[in-house]
DNA sequence: TGACATTTGTTCGTATATCGCACACGATGA
DNA sequence: TCATCGTGTGCGATATACGAACAAATGTCA
């Protein structure tokens, strides 16, 4: 790959557009200049490239993300057969438990939502497809982790921020390591509210018919509701099923 | 705006990002370039421009898009407090009224989902948050598309591709137009299997505070189990609610 | 099989567009 | 009033797009 096969203009207004998010619905120029670390006048032209596109709507003063930002993810869920083959399994799987279920992929050290079955809500934060977690300090993320080879796994902990959202929370990445070799043996990764005080959840990975692993597919409780010794109990062969279903649909 | 507050290297990247959909998962260079209708050497560049950014895979004769790319669509679902306000409502009503609920917005022509709480499955296609439907033929279309003034609408109507999904779909602009001045006056819409055969929905505007219509929320269910007819009156009182209540938090 | 036509990916040179910087200007607030 | 912050603009240096040409792969037909 040359030098000149990057368009340079391209990717930063890639990262205007990534520089949108929770905190920073409405980005002026100077704002969005600060986050991306891109010059002033770059920034206002990305910007108002999108706009002119109908990517962004502009006040004069303030730009807003529009809805038309999401044909660049519908693209990827539509094209990608996953999200689509998974969704009614999910649904079947959070009707016979009674919870939500989930499906991610990872990326980087983040799983990224790709489809969901939502029962009812048992996190203060809201989920759907393209919503982040990180990897370390989730169950499906621990199954993703956990069907890397190690070295990889160890490398992606090292670059994540480990840090305690939960007195639970375990940030060290000899225990995590450890604990992704017992995932992987075992084949499936329990969170006892190391993300969220008052959630548990229990995740087992979903792999090809020629066994490579593809997503991860999970079942969100209360803890409240469903200790989490009682997890594996109630949900793990639901899983099973599931996994197994899926194995032989997904290539 | 200059000439030169447009960054046509950006532009292009995203057409080419747009390429991608259900039909073309993957593409070569050679067929992006046909898609978007651009030289082989810019379309190369931009997707060797994704695929060093981790947005798109390349296996020397194909890229697919990659997960990573629904952090665009991300930045819009988490900087727009729409879908995260709206979310909860819809659990609750979805439960209640134990069927699936969502909501959307108007993208041109179409309808994009931006939160969904699926109870059941009662559509063949798969429907999560930036999915899309035609706005002619959707219940939450109709609403949408009766918010605005009528000249607007009637334009959306003329730029859309009128086609009869089944035998009980209705294409004609002016009887659509009429069936719009009757949601208008009534604040509902009832979909008898226009999209889809044993699919009925009902849908009704969501404003803020100040009368502005944001959003709209529908109800599915199929036809077998809810005729078109009890529609209105199973589901139009918990939507009501739903929406008197959204009207006290959206700004 | 071999020769030829077509398609696809890649490279090159140059005209053109874009970037980052510096500066001007207006708004806001101390 | 002055300092500060944000926006818009002109300019030289640099990066990019385009079209064309080339190489390699693929398809076609006798």
Known sequence: ???????????????????????????????????????????????????????????????????????????????????????????????????????????????????????????????????RLPAYCASMGRVLLAALPEAEARDILARSELKANTPLTRTDPEELLAELRRVRDEGYAIIDQELELGLCSIAVPVANDRGQVLAAVNIGASAAHVPAREMAERFLPLLRETQAALRLVLR
Do not use: C, W
């Open 1 to 131: 790959m040359r030098e000149t096969d990057f368009v340079s203009g391209f990717a930063r207004g890639l990262r205007v557009v990534e520089a949108f998010g929770e905190a920073q619905p409405r980005l002026s120029i100077a704002d969005a200049a600060k986050i991306t670390g891109l010059d002033r006048a770059t920034v206002r032209r990305s910007l108002l490239t999108l706009s002119q596109l109908g990517y962004a709507d502009y006040d004069g003063k303030f730009f807003t993300l529009t809805p038309k930002i999401l044909r660049l993810g519908h693209a990827y869920l539509s094209a990608t057969p996953l999200p689509i083959i998974v969704q009614p399994y999910l649904d079947q799987l959070a009707e016979k438990a009674g919870q939500s279920a989930s499906a991610s992929v990872l990326d980087g050290t983040e799983i990224v939502y790709v489809a969901r079955a939502s029962q009812r809500r048992v996190m203060s934060i809201n989920l759907m497809p393209g919503s």
